[in-house]
Antibody, heavy 120, light 111 residues
Framework: QVTLKESGPALVKPTQILTLTCTFS??????????VSWIRQPPGKALEWLAR???????FYSTSLKTRLSISKDTSKNQVVLTMTNMNPVDTATYFC????????????WGPGMLVSVSS | NFLLTQPHSVSESPGKTVTISCTRS????????VQWYQQRPGRSPTNVIY?????PSGVPDRFSGSVDSSSNSASLTISGLKTEDEADYYC??????????FGGGTKLTVL
């Protein structure tokens, strides 16, 4: 059974760095074809894809946010970490991590999401 | 990057059929697969259609997907509407396999 869960601070101040961790089970990110993404959703708004990391270490970022994002993995801990710099109130959102079905292009398993608020 | 445009909301009665569109702003809709996700309030999204028209196991065959190159759009059709289908629906595609895009979402009301 595949599960994912996001963790990190619920509140950050403007200009601070946000670090979120996705801890997963039921698969290994060292297995060929495995990929994990981060997606966010501001309250009442649409989903926004942020970043992806692949089993081979390849990393991809949203064009509009790539200067502020960094994604990494710790295979031994079954974790994917997302950092976002220079946080702003408009970054207030629920942040999800999700697995991409191997050999396909859709998110087949999602974490429950974590609401991060940006406020002084 | 391209945009995926969806109607803000649609509504239909139980038992009827509804279609939600997803129009790609640039580039061919057929150049990359389209997925659809259902999101109920307070819940994580779940996939209902992948690779244009494939249903994950457990998704009823009342859900179907299609792509129309002439309008450069994809569609999600739900037949035999049930009140439990009331949710937000998002289309999703990608560019060059590495830049992923979601549509703005459509709120489906079943009344």
């Amino acid at each position: 059974q595949v599960t994912l869960k996001e963790s990190g601070p619920a509140l950050v101040k403007p200009t601070q760095i946000l670090t979120l961790t996705c801890t997963f089970s039921g698969f290994s990110l060292s297995t060929h074809g495995m990929r994990v993404s981060w997606i966010r959703q501001p309250p009442g708004k649409a989903l926004e894809w942020l970043a992806r990391i692949d089993w081979d270490g390849d990393k991809f970022y949203s064009t509009s946010l790539k200067t502020r994002l960094s994604i990494s993995k710790d295979t031994s801990k079954n974790q994917v970490v997302l950092t976002m710099t220079n946080m702003n109130p408009v970054d207030t959102a629920t942040y999800f991590c999700a697995r991409i079905r191997p050999q396909s292009v859709f998110f087949d398993n999602w974490g429950p999401g974590m609401l991060v608020s940006v406020s002084s | 990057n391209f945009l995926l445009t969806q109607p803000h909301s649609v509504s239909e009665s139980p038992g009827k059929t509804v279609t939600i569109s997803c129009t790609r702003s640039s580039g061919s809709i057929a150049s990359s697969y389209v997925q659809w996700y259902q999101q109920r309030p307070g819940r994580s999204p779940t996939n209902v259609i992948y690779e244009d028209n494939q249903r994950p196991s457990g998704v009823p065959d009342r859900f179907s997907g299609s792509v129309d190159s002439s309008s450069n759009s994809a569609s999600l059709t739900i037949s035999g509407l049930k009140t439990e289908d009331e949710a937000d629906y998002y289309c999703q595609s990608y560019e060059s396999s590495n830049l992923w895009v979601f549509g703005g979402g459509t709120k489906l009301t079943v009344l």
